[in-house]
């Protein structure tokens, strides 16, 4: 019992890491000395560094000779700017640790375990595997399927409506629901909306929660035409959060011009028979800058864009008690579904009250395929 308890620890010190990590895992470590007493804990660093683990060496109260180490991911076997943490561990005097998972970056994976059996340490692996792989789905998919987990993030009517028929979408949902969906971007790496969010909205995409304010994601602007207005909020508040267009290689060389001067990091995406954008090309982008978590906020069309193409591994619904009726803006765009099929896309595995509103969360029934 004692055991499980401390990896569930280092568990919710990974979790609390989610957001501020950068494109590295967040990690949880857990130090027991040898009368399982704990003697020191923590999680990664800001930007991923330093690493879990040599911050819980470092802050030792007292001798681990004998101990035991409990880590949410497998010790990092690189020796890149410093030295690597399995390499630590085995110096550090520690005989025993528990592993909840592999690491899938090809620098570690297995490496990291076989330095420590090579130190004489004892390894066990697979405490809370799925927990663990769960927190860091995000790098997971960055590393394996070379694409950030997408989330869309829908907050509507009880009818499935985000709009009334004149774009007024102010407020559908209650102020903590709202405040929640701000943690929603505090938590990832990079926002996304369509054109047309930001022409009607002129959001600034940032987490506005006190103290929370650095944690604002990247901002990504899905806008073949190269629409977006110079004095958008987005473009005021570059000095803020870095904006990143992505539009088509027909787009107005002008405009890019000017928005390359103000600062706006253009991206040029292939496009397809029908002349839209191909996103799975912005996604293998967004994870070749160390985009993990990408949380999408509309509008219908970049909604059903990704859909179509099974690109949504979750969804956010945050749904009020009102009806808003048929001529109302849907939150998904056109489908083109012909037939209805019972198998089912996407299980819903969590579910709370926020006052009046439900907030649901559902996972893609394909995502464990892949880990």
């Not at 985009?291 to 179509?308: P, R, T």
Request: net charge positive; aromatic share 6%; hydrophobic share 40%.
């Amino acid at each position: 019992m004692q055991m499980l308890a401390a990896m569930r620890s280092a568990l919710s010190l990974a979790q609390h890491g989610i957001g501020i990590c950068g494109h590295n895992p967040s990690v949880g470590c857990v130090i027991l000395n040898s009368d399982m007493q704990l003697v020191s804990s923590a999680r990664t660093g800001y930007n991923g560094r330093p690493h879990a683990e040599q911050i819980a060496l470092k802050n030792c109260s007292s001798t681990i000779n004998g101990g035991t180490a409990f880590v949410t991911l497998e010790p990092c076997a690189h020796n890149y700017k410093m030295t690597s943490c399995a390499s630590l561990i085995v110096n550090s005097g520690i005989k025993k640790v528990y592993i909840a998972c592999l690491d899938p970056d090809k620098r570690t994976s297995g490496k990291g375990i076989s330095i420590l059996k090579k130190g004489g340490l004892e390894v066990c692996l697979g405490m809370y595997e799925s927990t663990a792989k769960d927190l860091n789905r995000g790098f997971f998919s960055r590393i394996i399927r070379e694409r950030p987990q997408v989330a869309l993030k829908v907050a509507s009517s009880l009818d499935g409506k985000i709009a009334n028929p004149n774009g007024n979408s102010k407020w559908i949902t209650g102020e903590l629901a709202r405040r929640h969906g701000h943690m929603q971007r505090a938590t990832h790496d990079a926002v996304l909306v369509g054109i047309n969010t930001v022409l009607k909205d002129n959001p600034t995409l940032t987490c506005r929660i006190e103290g929370l304010e650095k944690q604002s994601p990247i901002r990504i602007i899905v806008d073949s035409a190269l629409s977006i207005p110079l004095a958008c909020n987005l473009i005021k508040t570059l000095d803020k959060t870095p904006v990143y267009i992505w539009t088509s290689k027909k787009s107005d060389e002008n405009k890019k011009d000017q928005l390359n001067k103000l600062g706006v990091n253009i991206i040029e995406l292939t496009q397809d028979k029908a002349q839209k954008l191909v996103l799975l090309e912005g996604l293998h982008i967004l994870a070749n800058i160390g985009i993990n978590n990408l949380l999408v906020e509309g509008g219908g069309k970049v909604a059903a864009s990704l859909l179509s193409k099974n690109l949504i591994d979750k969804l956010f619904l945050y749904r009020s008690g009102v009806f808003l009726g048929g001529d109302s803006i849907s939150s998904v765009s056109k489908l083109d579904i012909q037939k209805i099929s019972l198998e089912k896309k996407f299980l819903r595995f969590s579910s709370r009250e926020l006052e009046d509103d439900i907030f649901e969360e559902w996972k893609n029934v394909d995502l464990d395929k892949f880990f």
